[in-house]
Every structure is written in structure tokens, then in C-alpha cells.
């Protein structure tokens, strides 16, 4: 079994992404890690490039800055380079998301298991979303609990957004996946980035979502209920970044008003809550 990983990147380091964290944590997994990186406007490659395994290949790209739609120019950027990967398996990792070093041999193990059988098509992964400071994490319908992130890489898929893949099994009509659970999971640290570099962010990104100015940014403008304690651990890979460039002050707005969505989302989380349903947006369709 040969494994690839992959990602994309640009302006890595001016928009605060553990970037370097998120492809350490992945390559004792992998055979190769392909990392495109886009021009740019810092040392994203340089940075990169000092890693210096050789299990790395960068490849660089240009984004078609006139790209407005929904995020496509992401979906482009991910595909190239998927398109460079030759495993057997190709794990996406973008790069605010880390793995966890406990969860490798569990990961390992999933794919080992499932590559024989051609109708597991990819790999789905629980999530932990950090938000405002690294002890708490979103968790209601409106945050993704689980998603894929491995892809059988001798099917035919394309990715509509940066997030997840559909699979064209003939030339008319893609579907999601069929995906089976790896049971580890992906520790999300997009929504934990110093506020500052979350403006950053959210300033640089907008030019790519339909072209809407984003508002400015506060970490505090979220429902509270939504907000729980994180018991766990953070990957080791994560010590230093948490410590210097995750924000550690959160504090809630107490001025912030529930949208209608919060609203939505409120009653979508008590129906969980006395039902057992799971509400939240699979992009998969999940096979025992």
C-alpha cells in the first residue's frame, strides 16, 4: 500500500495557518506529500521548503484571481495537486486541520483495511473545530462532526469546493463517496487563530466568495451554546503554535443578537439532543 498526502497553500504565514504543524503531523503516515503553493506574498514556500524531508515535493501554481464563484478557485487548487499524488490512497489535510499523533496507527490500520474492497471509495474522520481559544469547541448542526479527508486515488473525482469530492462513476453525474469511518479524528484549528490573523484571513479570502467584502471579525459574535470545553489533548506537533499564535482571550459579545440561522440551529440541537438525530451535513455516504 503506498499512501499519499496533499495539500494547498498561499500566503500560509500571513494568514496565521499552523501550516507546518498540519504537514508534520501527517508525514511518519505517509510515502509522499505534495504541497502546491501559490505566488504569493510571503515565505509560505520558503518555510515549506525548510522542512527539508524527502518524502516533500512542491509543486507551484498561479490562482486564477477572477475566480469569484463559492470558493472554486480552493477546488481547483486542491485538484492539482491531487493530480500529483501516485498512492494508493490520497489524504488531503488542509492546512489549518492537524492529526493527532495517537491516531496514526489507527488511520494506518483503516486504510490497510479497506484497500482490498473497491466499494469503500474513501476515509471519513470525527472532527474537533477549536474555536476562540484552544479549550473549546463548536459543536452543533452548523460545524461538520464528520467529513472525508482520504480518497481512493484510482477512482475518477473532482472536488466542487475545497472541502470535500464527488465520484464519477460514468461520464453524466457525479455522487459523494461510499466512505467508511476511520474512527480517529481531525483536530480543526481554523476558528483559533489569533484575531488578528483571522481578519487577515477573512480579508484575503472574500475576493474568492463571490466577491463580498467580509465583515470585521470578532470572535465573540457566535451563540455561546454551541460553545463546550475541550477534555482532550492537543497533538504534540501543536505545543508551540498554541502557545504563541492561538488565541487566548476570548470573551463573548454580549451585545451579539442570534440570527435566524442560531435560531434554527438552537432547535436543531435540542431535537439532536432528544432523539439521538445528527442534523449536521455529511458529504459522504456512509457504508458499515
Given amino acids: 500500500m503506498r499512501i499519499s498526502g496533499f495539500t494547498f497553500l498561499r500566503n500560509g504565514t500571513l494568514m496565521g495557518y499552523p501550516y507546518l504543524e498540519s504537514i508534520k503531523s501527517i508525514l511518519p503516515l505517509v510515502d509522499e506529500f505534495v504541497v502546491n503553493i501559490g505566488e504569493g506574498n510571503d515565505d509560505t514556500c520558503e518555510r515549506v521548503a525548510a522542512i527539508a524531508d524527502p518524502k516533500l515535493r512542491i509543486i507551484r501554481s498561479h490562482w486564477n484571481d477572477g475566480m469569484h464563484a463559492k470558493g472554486f478557485v480552493y477546488a481547483q487548487q486542491k485538484m492539482i495537486a491531487q493530480y500529483n499524488c501516485t498512492g494508493d490512497w490520497a489524504f488531503y489535510l488542509e492546512g489549518d486541520e492537524v492529526l493527532h499523533e495517537n491516531d496514526l496507527d489507527r488511520i494506518r490500520d483503516s486504510m490497510l483495511s479497506h484497500l482490498p474492497n473497491p466499494k469503500i471509495e474513501a476515509l471519513a474522520f470525527h472532527y474537533h473545530h477549536f474555536y476562540g481559544t484552544p479549550g473549546q469547541v463548536a459543536r452543533s448542526a452548523a460545524w461538520y462532526r464528520n467529513e472525508v479527508r482520504v480518497i481512493r486515488n484510482t477512482i475518477r473525482t473532482y472536488a466542487?469546493?475545497?472541502?470535500?469530492?464527488?465520484?464519477?462513476?460514468?461520464?453524466?453525474?457525479?455522487?459523494?463517496?461510499?466512505?467508511?469511518?476511520?474512527?480517529?479524528?481531525?483536530?480543526?484549528?481554523?476558528?483559533?487563530?489569533?484575531?488578528?490573523?483571522?481578519?487577515?484571513?477573512?480579508?484575503?479570502?472574500a475576493q474568492y466568495w463571490d466577491g463580498v467584502a467580509a465583515p470585521t471579525f470578532n470572535y465573540g459574535n457566535v451563540d455561546p451554546r454551541i460553545l463546550?470545553?475541550?477534555?482532550?489533548?492537543?497533538?504534540?506537533?501543536?505545543?508551540?503554535?498554541?502557545?504563541?499564535?492561538?488565541?487566548?482571550?476570548?470573551?463573548?459579545?454580549?451585545?451579539?443578537?442570534?440570527?435566524?440561522?442560531?435560531?434554527?440551529?438552537?432547535?436543531?440541537?435540542?431535537?439532536?439532543?432528544?432523539?439521538?438525530?445528527?442534523?449536521s451535513k455529511k458529504h459522504y455516504l456512509p457504508v458499515k
Wanted: charged fraction near 30%.
Fill in 228 to 279: 463546550v470545553p475541550f477534555s482532550g489533548t492537543h497533538p504534540n506537533v501543536m505545543e508551540e503554535w498554541l502557545r504563541n499564535e492561538a488565541e487566548q482571550y476570548f470573551r463573548p459579545n454580549d451585545a451579539y443578537r442570534l440570527s435566524r440561522r442560531d435560531k434554527k440551529h438552537r432547535i436543531s440541537m435540542q431535537l439532536e439532543k432528544m432523539f439521538g438525530w445528527d442534523f
Fill in 160 to 205: 466542487p469546493d475545497g472541502l470535500y469530492w464527488m465520484v464519477l462513476p460514468t461520464h453524466r453525474r457525479g455522487r459523494h463517496p461510499y466512505a467508511a469511518h476511520t474512527g480517529a479524528h481531525v483536530y480543526h484549528y481554523g476558528w483559533v487563530r489569533s484575531a488578528e490573523k483571522m481578519a487577515e484571513k477573512n480579508r484575503r479570502v
